[in-house]
């Protein structure tokens, strides 16, 4: 692991686990596919409408960063995915945070290419306020993104109906 993404982790070492017979430099995060208990699944689906060239993902339940991982994992896979397609992620059912650092990662990963928007709709102030810094992080990286309550404000910005 490079000594940036370490030193975002090291803020939540319970996120790491250290590999039998290596330094403490040797640090790893979590696998992508860790199972967790039932209780803690976040349900995470989307759909991809071509003709809007958009990618809809719908977040519920709590969020975990092995479960949006995943998400942006099987987004890449799929073979109609474009990085170029906009994103609408409704987050109305979502519940939970995640920390800095996996806010920080999530943006760094995003299958989503520059030149695409993408809105964040949240109902509740917790996950809004955490959509907000998801939404600093990807704008420092060149993102168009927005984070909204209103899921037809949030279409209209995009252009789509």
Do not use: C
Not at 50 to 60: F, I, K, N, T
Not at 103 to 118: H, I, K, W
Not at 123 to 147: C, H, M, N, T, W
């Amino acid at each position: 692991m490079g000594s940036a993404l370490r030193d975002q982790f090291e803020a939540r070492p319970e996120s790491l686990v250290m590999m039998a017979g290596r330094s403490t430099l040797d640090w790893q995060p979590l696998p992508l596919f860790t199972r967790l208990p039932e209780s803690t699944w976040m349900s995470i689906t989307y759909h991809i409408d071509r003709s809007q060239h958009l990618v809809v993902s719908e977040w519920s339940g709590k969020i975990t960063i092995q479960e949006a991982r995943a998400h942006f994992a099987a987004l890449k896979a799929d073979p109609g995915f474009d990085p170029t397609m906009r994103h609408l992620s409704e987050a109305l059912g979502a519940e939970g945070t995640l920390s800095f650092g996996e806010l920080r990662l999530l943006a760094f990963e995003s299958p989503f290419g520059d030149s695409g928007r993408a809105a964040i709709v949240a109902s509740s102030d917790l996950v809004f306020g955490v959509s907000k810094q998801y939404e600093a992080f990807a704008e420092r990286d060149g993102r168009d993104i927005r984070v909204f309550r209103d899921l037809n404000e949030a279409r209209a910005w995009l252009g789509v109906s």
